[in-house]
């Protein structure tokens, strides 16, 4: 009876293995079956009693019926198959072990990895159901495949999943072995990005099938988990930086979360969050402000909302370095003292992160020279070789006339913006014999003869109640409010509150208008040049660097006028002055090529080194000096790579979490004493991982798909029954051949009565004998 309707016995059938016991051909059988078919109509013809034609059909069809049972019987139809012979033949199991297998969605609560080790390991189990016909070989993985001998193998603790690796792995190890077939439990959450459905169908090409157990829900109905985080790698001491948060919630649309920052356990930044439609992602920004010089390892959260099921999503770690650097040099040159210069020197001159070296005239060939660290610094005024321009990072002009710099000076302020990476930053009146040079081509904002200018812009701040140098309330664009060059706060209504609060300032330059590629961050309330209101502040890339113009001589009123406590114009001052010096190119700079790491993960660094003219060096010996938590230290020679000029490159394996801290160090050709700049410091961090959690439901298409391939079957974990059976019959294991009887099963033996009754209470109803 139980292979009346086996699949495999339907399966012979359709490949022609159905055959009678005596030999007789299932043609010659169809021709004597219909031979009885005629009989019984024939038999039908004349009645004791007169029939209608529906009833006569009804009879006929009733006893040829009884007939046609009784003749397939007696020609004891079979079908041959393949039966495997027990201990003769190998079977793999293979259990995915990864994070993913620990999310307790199964019925009952349990957890999938729980649910598999049930299904295979307790009593009466699969395992023991396949070890009566196979001897099982039993695997984990995650990444990485290894055998076990039990559930106590099986710890769900895995940062990746590899299906392909998997099979390809099982299929190493025991190639020469009589492999009958392969049983997977996954929940199909692979994230390698190879497709593992070609290494089952090499499998399905030996006649090796896969069968596929899919464990855990297909979609995770109640769940808000954090997707993706991006913020910056490094940030200066004081500095204002973005964290952005992408959160993906089911179940929850349009509910209020909390959202959190930690540095160990303090709360460092929190804010309310709205969450998007069910399916969706929605990206929020936190700002943050580091509070000590070091490499932090931030800690993101959102709050865990009731009846989740999936909470390792819920949490992140980042690393942001804030270690100590050597500051940022600038040079500012003016052309006579002035309020502006005093108050910007004040505003920076107990910043570590930054240095300024002024050079002011006082008169008529009379220099004043600042912050210098050493005596011969701009000794013979502005730099007038490349090496000496370029030991800064970015240049601040104020009011400075033409006649200040040679041609080959403002060429060399244009390669130092360009091609050093530097920022310029004008904040002076711009002489108009400026207008045609290589200085108007950098700047942000167009300049604009004197002469063409409408008289109501003529004048400047010296033309006392002239409209230009009349009080104003500067504006903020809607790009100046979330600039982080002007934020005052990270809260959205106290920075605009802090604004509203700083005095007027007095008097623009006009220059003309913002250039097409040009930002503009503030504007004046009310005066306009060709229908655009002037730029207060503006900025844009230009080549490698940064450029950036100030067109009002008073920001010192932010301080002067001010509480003396208040630091609204300090802090916009440096963070202006940062971001133009933080663009200009470093002789060594070290990049990673991912932004986090997990246990086990390869960390790819790329050094890319520049001579002291700052052109790409290919000649230079490049060692990586790195340091782990755990106390390990590697130092490995870094390779150049042919086919990209100044870059080296290195590559090494993490085996713990925490912060590992790296220093490359750069040996030139050239031999330079001063090897200060050729030492780079970075660092990176290895996290738990949330790949394994972020597409948490069941992939059963790719699990269908892996069995199609292969010539297996894919099954719920709920619906594996049968599953022992229909391994059994697997066609590239040790087989016999084996004869199934179709026709002695009880299920014949009742239709066989059922239609007998049938016959006899229906001649009965007609008075038939």
């Given at each position: ?7 495999h016995?339907?399966?012979a ?9 005596y030999g007789?051909?299932p043609?010659l059988a169809?021709?004597?079956a ?14 004791t009693r007169?029939?209608?034609p ?7 069809s009733?006893?040829?019926a009884?007939l ?7 020609l ?11 201990q003769?033949s190998y ?12 999310i ?10 729980q ?6 390991y307790?009593?009466?189990g699969?395992n ?6 196979f ?5 984990r993985?995650d ?6 001998t ?5 710890l769900?603790?895995?940062t ?10 099982v299929d190493?190890q ?6 009958g077939?392969?049983?997977l439990?996954s929940?199909g959450?692979?994230?390698?990005g ?32 954090i ?31 909390g ?15 709205v ?6 992602t929605?990206?929020?920004t936190?700002?943050?402000t ?13 709050e865990?909302?009731d ?8 949490q ?11 500051p ?7 052309g006579?003292p002035?309020?502006?210069?005093k108050?910007i ?13 002024t050079?002011?005239?006082t008169?008529?060939g009379?220099?004043?020279?600042q912050?210098?660290?050493?005596p ?26 033409k006649?200040?710099f ?22 002076g ?5 400026f ?20 008289q109501?812009?003529r004048?400047?701040?010296t ?7 009349e009080?104003?309330t ?6 100046g ?9 990270g809260s ?21 208008r ?5 930002t503009?961050l ?10 655009q209101?002037?730029p ?13 113009s ?9 301080q002067?006028?001010?509480p ?69 230290v590697?130092d ?27 220093m490359?160090?750069?040996a ?7 090897r ?8 990176f ?6 790949r394994?959690?972020?597409s ?13 391939g292969?010539g297996?079957?894919y ?7 049968t599953l022992a ?14 004869q ?18 049938a ?5 009965r ?5």
């Amino acid at each position: 009876m139980s292979y009346f309707f086996d699949q495999h016995a339907i399966d012979a059938i359709q490949q022609g293995r159905f055959s009678f016991a005596y030999g007789i051909s299932p043609w010659l059988a169809l021709v004597l079956a219909l031979a009885l078919v005629v009989a019984v109509w024939a038999l039908y013809r004349k009645t004791t009693r007169t029939l209608t034609p529906a009833w006569k059909t009804l009879l006929i069809s009733v006893r040829s019926a009884v007939l046609l049972l009784l003749f397939f019987c007696l020609l004891r139809p079979v079908v041959t198959t393949e039966q495997v012979v027990p201990q003769e033949s190998y079977l793999a199991v293979v259990v995915d072990d990864s994070q993913s297998m620990s999310i307790a969605d199964v019925d009952g609560g349990q957890s999938r990895a729980q649910a598999v080790s049930e299904r295979l390991y307790a009593d009466g189990g699969l395992n023991e159901a396949l070890a009566d016909t196979f001897q099982v070989r039993t695997f984990r993985f995650d990444k990485q495949t290894q055998r076990v001998t039990d559930s106590s193998g099986l710890l769900a603790a895995g940062t990746a999943s590899s299906i392909d690796q998997a099979l390809r792995y099982v299929d190493q190890q025991l190639s020469g072995l009589a492999l009958g077939g392969v049983l997977l439990f996954s929940d199909g959450a692979d994230n390698e990005g190879v497709d593992p459905v070609e290494s089952a169908r090499s499998f399905g090409a030996r006649q090796i099938p896969v069968f596929t157990v899919g464990v855990g829900q297909e979609h995770i109905p109640r769940d808000v988990g954090i997707v993706d985080v991006a913020a910056a790698r490094t940030v200066l001491e004081g500095s204002v930086f973005n964290v952005d948060v992408a959160l993906s919630n089911q179940g929850y649309a349009g509910s209020e979360v909390g959202l959190s920052v930690y540095d160990g356990d303090a709360v460092v930044a929190t804010q309310r969050v709205v969450l998007g439609p069910d399916a969706s992602t929605r990206r929020f920004t936190i700002e943050l402000t580091p509070e000590r010089q070091e490499a932090i390892v931030y800690r993101l959260a959102v709050e865990e909302q009731d009846d989740e099921i999936v909470l390792e999503n819920n949490q992140y770690s980042f690393l942001v370095d804030n270690s100590v650097r050597p500051p940022l040099d600038i040079l500012y040159v003016d052309g006579h003292p002035r309020n502006e210069y005093k108050f910007i020197r004040r505003a920076i001159e107990n910043d570590p992160t930054l240095r300024l070296a002024t050079y002011l005239q006082t008169g008529p060939g009379k220099f004043y020279r600042q912050g210098i660290k050493t005596p011969l610094e701009l000794s013979s005024g502005f730099p007038e070789r490349m090496d000496d321009l370029y030991q800064y990072e970015a240049i601040i002009l104020g009011d400075i006339g033409k006649d200040f710099f040679t041609d080959g000076q403002l060429t060399m302020l244009q390669d130092f913006v360009a091609e050093r990476g530097g920022g310029l930053l004008v904040a002076g009146m711009m002489d108009d014999l400026f207008v045609d040079t290589v200085l108007a081509d950098i700047l942000p904002v167009s300049l604009v003869p004197s002469s063409l200018l409408p008289q109501t812009l003529r004048g400047g701040i010296t033309r006392g109640t002239h409209p230009t140098g009349e009080l104003f309330t500067p504006q903020l664009t809607s790009a100046g409010e979330y600039s982080e060059l002007l934020r005052l706060s990270g809260s959205d209504a106290e920075n605009q509150r802090l604004w509203s609060e700083l005095p007027q300032l007095q008097g623009v330059y006009v220059t003309g208008r913002a250039k097409p590629g040009a930002t503009v961050l503030m504007e004046h309330p009310l005066l306009q040049y060709q229908s655009q209101r002037l730029p207060l502040i503006a900025t844009q890339r230009y080549g490698s660097g940064r450029s950036m113009s100030i067109t009002t001589a008073s920001t010192w009123r932010w301080q002067m006028m001010m509480p003396a406590e208040d630091q609204a114009h300090e802090r916009l001052w440096r963070q202006m002055l940062r971001w133009l010096a933080v663009s200009a190119l470093e002789r060594v700079t070290v990049d990673f090529d991912r932004e986090f790491y997990h246990v086990g993960d390869r960390v790819n660094v790329t050094a890319t080194v520049r001579d002291t003219n700052y052109l790409l060096d290919n000649n230079a010996s490049v060692w990586v000096h790195m340091s782990g938590p755990d106390g390990s230290v590697i130092d490995n020679a870094m390779e150049w790579d042919i086919d990209e000029d100044g870059v080296y490159r290195s590559s090494f394996e993490v085996n713990s979490e925490g912060v590992f801290n790296l220093m490359v160090d750069v040996a030139s050709a050239a031999g330079e004493a001063d090897r200060s700049d050729t030492e780079k410091h970075a660092a990176f961090v290895v996290t738990p991982s949330l790949r394994e959690f972020s597409s948490a439901g069941r992939d059963t298409g790719l699990l269908r798909r892996i069995a199609e391939g292969s010539g297996g079957r894919y099954y719920d974990l709920a619906q594996t029954g049968t599953l022992a059976t229909d391994i059994s019959y697997t066609p590239s294991a040790y087989s016999q051949e084996v004869q199934i009887d179709l026709w002695d099963t009880p299920l014949l033996l009742a239709l066989l009565i059922l239609l007998l009754c049938a016959d006899w209470i229906l001649r009965r109803l007609r008075g038939l004998s």
